[in-house]
């Protein structure tokens, strides 16, 4: 028994010091990948950036959330590539500009009162919230697959 509270102690110990390993830090916005200053430049241009925090998690993925001066949230990817785009006001609206044009049509012919407030770009699909609270899950193509409850 007491072994058996030894191990279970030295997992857990090990499980939070991994856990524990993901760092965060606040970086200047110039230390964001090139691509990531493009996506800025193309689809927000003349939005300040506010402050921008660089994760590093124990896998050595590195991600890096902007948070601009119009209360929109964009992480990007360790090259720049972005991965999801919030607006932080739940009746907000995102720009759609870089959302794949079916699932914008998708949203407009279905939900003509609502607007996207957040996308979250997965593996194999896009996740999208509107800010009439319905949860959508599209494909890699932009074709719908569910309401996610």
Not at 28 to 55: C, G, Q, R
Request: with cysteine; hydrophobic share 40%.
């Amino acid at each position: 028994m007491r072994n058996l509270i030894v191990k279970i102690s030295l997992i857990c110990a090990v499980a939070f010091s991994v856990v524990s390993c993901d760092k965060e830090e606040i970086v200047e916005a110039n230390t964001i990948p090139n691509a990531a200053h493009t996506f800025l430049n193309d689809y927000f241009k003349d939005v300040p950036i506010l402050s921008v925090v660089k994760e590093k998690d124990v896998l050595g993925g590195t991600t890096y959330e902007v948070l601009l001066n119009n209360g929109i949230e964009v992480t990007f990817d360790k090259n720049g590539q972005w991965d999801e785009v919030e607006a932080k006001a739940d009746n907000a609206g995102i720009p759609t500009t870089f959302v794949p044009a079916k699932i914008v049509s998708y949203v407009r012919t279905n939900y003509p009162d609502a607007l996207i407030n957040n996308i979250d770009k997965e593996k194999s699909t896009f996740e999208v919230e509107l800010t009439n609270g319905l949860d959508l899950v599209f494909n890699q193509e932009g074709d719908f697959i569910r309401i996610d409850p």
